[in-house]
Each structure stands twice: as C-alpha cells, then as structure tokens.
C-alpha cells in the first residue's frame, strides 16, 4: 500500500522559514521521480517542485531562489526547504508521486504565511 505522509507545516511570518516532509511508503522511494504540489485557497492546485531519481530539480518560477527540493534516498524522504516565505505562499502543500502508473497523493500539509 503506497503512503505519502507530509509533514512540518505550521504558522510562519513573512520572511520566515519552513522545512516540509513527505515520508513515502510502498513505493520503490529512489526510483521514483518526486513532486511538491500546493494549493491557496481558492485556487487550483499549481506545481511547486520537481526532483527526478537523478536528483534533477525543477521549481516554478514564483519559488525559484526561495525553495529547495530534496531527497534522501535512505529515509525515502522528501523535503522542501522554504525560505524568505511571502503571504501568497500559503497554502495546502501535496507530495505527489506516480508508481505503476497510478497518482498518489499525500494529504498535505497546511503552510500558513501570516504576521
């Protein structure tokens, strides 16, 4: 049974600093590319990050220089190290990852930007 379970979300001010996890199961963790997804209230949910089994990254432009993926095959974690956090940052972060060819989603991780 595949489980993504994510982690470390909270209330952060602006400028501030947060570090997300996604603990995968059931899944074969370093073969599998990784995404970070998030969702603002009412909004769609939108791309955030991107590591690929070869550590390869992608960001979104409205991240770029603010966040950080990563992965640490031995723990079959992923992170998301945010940094210089703005208001519209908040939102409902998702780990996503696709395994023998069905989606998996976490249940996400509320990140609140807010003085």
């Known amino acids: 049974q595949v489980q993504l379970v994510e982690s470390g979300g909270g209330l952060v001010q602006p400028g501030g600093s947060l570090r997300l996890s996604c603990a995968a199961s059931g899944i074969i963790f370093r073969f599998n590319d990784m995404t970070w997804y998030r969702q603002a209230p009412g909004k769609e949910r939108e791309f955030v990050a991107l590591?690929?089994?070869?550590?390869?990254?992608n960001y979104a432009d409205s991240v770029k220089g603010r966040f950080t993926i990563s992965r640490d095959n031995a723990k079959n974690t992923l992170y998301l190290q945010m940094n210089s956090l703005k208001l519209e940052d908040t939102a409902v972060y998702y780990c996503?990852?696709?395994?023998?060819?069905?989606?998996?989603w976490g249940i996400g991780a509320r990140v609140t930007v807010s003085s």
């Open positions: 996503y990852a696709p395994f023998s060819g069905m989606p998996y």
């Open positions: 590591i690929t089994s070869g550590f390869s990254t």
